[in-house]
T-cell receptor
Framework: GENVEQHPSTLSVQEGDSAVIKCTYS??????FPWYKQELGKRPQLIID?????GEKKDQRIAVTLNKTAKHFSLHITETQPEDSAVYFC????????????FGAGTTVTVRA | DGGITQSPKYLFRKEGQNVTLSCEQN?????MYWYRQDPGQGLRLIYY???????QKGDIAEGYSVSREKKESFPLTVTSAQKNPTAFYLC??????????FGPGTRLTVT
């Protein structure tokens, strides 16, 4: 099955700086890559996703890049704010061919004021 | 909050007892999922269902059972065979190949 690895496990950044989280996946058939944000005690919520037919997607301060050849994708958060502090999970699936998501272990991001 | 609910929010049980966690969605999603979340381990898939009356094992199905008699409902039973059942359980639903929406979760404590 799909194996998703996520790094780093913890990340501390100064407010206003950028944060980058990287994930690798094992199954070349995977074609859907969502990122979820989970605040303490709450449910995970989708913040951005990308499909394999594009290399980059941006939504305000958040961007995701995908390198299909190397089988890795990354989340970039610019101009970090205290409300960006949370656990972030990457995931991968084969989209319409397979509903299952395989999740990375998560990155705890702390934004220092 | 996305139309997917879980109950109860907190659940306490004695070791050796079976317990059933509820998950309901009104999003008309075909697919539903159960995940277990432990500190530092991300979300691990227990069971998933793509259509009514059909479901598949995920990565950690041992000690759990599910049913999918209605499109809206996907209850999870944690049996006494589950060796370490204390965890945060999340239910999710989705349409084909699209975003998974999560419920608020049930925190189960077994002593």
């Amino acid at each position: 099955g799909e194996n998703v690895e996520q790094h780093p496990s913890t990340l501390s950044v100064q407010e206003g700086d950028s944060a980058v989280i990287k994930c690798t996946y094992s199954d070349s058939a995977s074609n859907y890559f969502p990122w979820y944000k989970q605040e303490l005690g709450k449910r995970p919520q989708l913040i951005i996703d990308i499909r394999s037919n594009v290399g980059e997607k941006k939504d305000q301060r958040i961007a995701v890049t995908l390198n299909k050849t190397a089988k890795h994708f990354s989340l970039h958060i610019t101009e970090t704010q205290p409300e960006d502090s949370a656990v972030y999970f990457c995931a991968a699936s084969m989209g319409s061919n397979d509903y299952k998501l395989s999740f990375g272990a998560g990155t705890t991001v702390t934004v220092r004021a | 909050d996305g139309g997917i609910t879980q109950s109860p929010k907190y659940l306490f049980r004695k070791e050796g007892q079976n317990v059933t966690l509820s998950c309901e969605q009104n999003l008309n999603h075909d697919a539903m999922y159960w995940y277990r979340q432990d500190p530092g381990q991300g979300l691990r898939l227990i069971y998933y269902s793509q259509i009514v009356n059909d479901f598949q094992k995920g990565d950690i199905a041992e000690g759990y059972s599910v049913s999918r008699e209605k499109k809206e409902s996907f209850p999870l039973t944690v049996t006494s065979a589950q060796k370490n059942p204390t965890a945060f359980y999340l239910c999710a639903s989705s349409t084909v190949g699209d975003e998974q929406y999560f419920g608020p979760g049930t925190r189960l404590t077994v002593t």
